[in-house]
């Protein structure tokens, strides 16, 4: 667990980070905003603790560009300041914990610790893995044999939608009904250019139709939703 401590009190830095390691944890210290925001911008972290009164760059200020660039790296606050509108404005500007100093270390690193399950958590529940196929419903992307596949919003719907089917033989109606708005006015043939689409971009093998009846995932041995 990798984290980005952001302090410029140097004797209250050190203790930060030492106590820190001593929990387990593999923390870089940085003494200023700017330091912390070119870190945050060129590095991945698992958490992030910033100070708000910090030199050239104040934490709020560094939390405000982190977030500008939606990047959803957890922010502890850590800071002396401890009245109800800081608190307010640091968790409006993104930050997902606010500590008071002083803080003690072990309770410190178990919520560290907590922020970092948290987001591992909502990156299970919002990525969906179906053999080769990796769908990220919160990202809207999609990769198959780890490459990045550009589908339009219709037919990343319509994927997923027969993906959350595990196999199951969809309806052309049924499909319709799930990607477009009630009363929509909708062509016939639709859903077949979309899974047309779907074939030539992922994979032809892809989506099996049954005749007569609708379309489904195409299933092998080994593929199934998890």
């Not at 910090?54 to 990047?71: H, W």
């Not at 780890?146 to 196999?167: M, P, T, Y």
Request: proline share 1%; aromatic share 6%.
């Amino acid at each position: 667990m990798n984290v980005l401590l952001a302090e410029d009190d140097m004797q209250l830095g050190d203790a930060i980070q030492r106590g820190l390691q001593l929990q387990g944890l593999a923390v870089n210290w940085v003494r200023d905003g700017f330091m912390a925001n070119n870190e945050l911008a060129r590095s991945s972290y698992t958490v992030a603790v910033l100070d708000i009164a910090m030199p050239y760059l104040n934490g709020l200020e560094v939390l405000k560009k982190l977030r500008l660039v939606n990047k959803k790296t957890p922010v502890l606050v850590l800071t002396a300041r401890d009245n109800n509108r800081d608190i307010a404005e640091a968790l409006d500007a993104g930050a997902d914990d606010y500590v008071v100093k002083p803080v003690d270390l072990i309770v410190l690193a178990a919520r560290l610790r907590a922020l970092a399950r948290r987001v591992l958590n909502d990156e299970n529940l919002s990525t969906i893995k179906y053999g080769a196929l990796c769908i990220n419903s919160s990202t809207r992307e999609v990769y198959f044999n780890d490459k990045l596949i550009n589908l339009s919003c219709r037919e990343f719907d319509l994927l997923s939608v027969l993906v959350f089917a595990n196999g199951r033989v969809l309806k052309r109606q049924y499909l319709e009904e799930k990607i477009y708005i009630r009363g929509q006015e909708i062509e016939s043939n639709t859903v077949e250019v979309h899974i047309h689409n779907l074939r030539k971009k992922i994979s032809k093998d892809i989506i099996h139709t049954v005749r007569g009846v609708g379309y489904q995932i195409q299933l092998k041995t080994n593929d199934r939703l998890y």
